[in-house]
């Protein structure tokens, strides 16, 4: 069975801190993909990687970067914490066929106090 | 420009009823995905349907259909026979196949509550 799995469910982290979330996948996908989830404002895409050591920015990738070293796992990392970072964190991986879904993990609800 | 509206920021319907979500999309690729996930309060984000823009008939999986009018641009989830367990967000999404190959958008969501 498919399964994405982020490190953390819950995290709670201060201004200033460099924060890691990281992401593994079981399904040998290609790309994936962090996204972060706000109320009225739907998912938005930080970064997604298409291949090992292959990255693009998203939408909104201030104050972020991430790493893929190995297929499997894709990491999230905040440099440097602030508190409009606080928010739920998704991340996601797909096939590359056009008619593949992404599979998401169950999220990282992240708190910068 | 939006890539994916979704106009309904929340809904409720009878159980046991049928509920249509509504979606649109902008797009000039030619040829594309449509998307639609579930998001119960536990967070995680499950896959229901899916609609290729040159698929002739429309998608069905169990009790969700996908009500797609290419030349309106809208991919409207419909699910039949609502049931308690239904009551969720639901996201329309859409991925480029030619432009933006690698790329989901997503809309804002419809919140459905499940009335007993």
């Known amino acids: 069975d498919v399964k994405v799995t982020q490190s953390s469910r819950y995290l709670v982290k201060r201004t200033g801190e460099k924060v890691f979330l990281e992401c593994v996948q079981d399904?040998?996908?290609?790309?994936m993909f962090w996204y972060r989830q706000d109320p009225g404002l739907g998912l938005r895409l930080i970064y997604f990687?298409?291949?090992?050591?292959?990255?693009e920015k998203g939408d909104i990738p201030e104050g972020y970067s991430v790493s893929r070293e190995k297929k499997e796992r894709f990491s999230l990392i905040l440099e440097s914490a602030s508190t409009n970072q606080t928010s739920m964190y998704l991340c996601?991986?797909?096939?590359?066929?056009?008619?593949?879904?992404?599979?998401f993990g169950d999220g990282t609800r992240l708190s910068i106090l | 420009a939006q890539k994916i509206t979704q106009t309904q920021p929340g809904m409720f319907v009878q159980e046991k009823e049928a509920v249509t979500l509504d979606c649109t999309y902008d797009?000039?690729?030619?040829?594309?995905?449509l998307f639609w996930y579930k998001q119960p309060s536990s967070g995680e984000m499950i896959f229901l349907i899916y609609q290729g823009s040159y698929d002739q008939q429309n998608a069905t999986e169990g009790r969700y259909s996908l009500n797609f009018q290419k030349a309106r641009k809208s991919a409207n989830l419909v699910i039949s026979a609502s049931q308690l367990g239904d009551s969720a967000m639901y996201f329309c999404?859409?991925?480029?196949?030619?432009?933006?190959?690698?790329?989901?958008?997503f809309g804002s969501g419809t919140k459905l509550n499940v009335k007993p």
């Open positions: 990687s298409y291949d090992v050591k292959m990255k």
């Open positions: 996601a991986s797909s096939d590359r066929g056009g008619n593949q879904p992404q599979h």
């Open positions: 999404a859409m991925r480029e196949l030619l432009y933006n190959f690698n790329k989901f958008y």
């Open positions: 797009t000039s690729d030619p040829s594309y995905g």
């Open positions: 399904m040998d996908h290609e790309n």
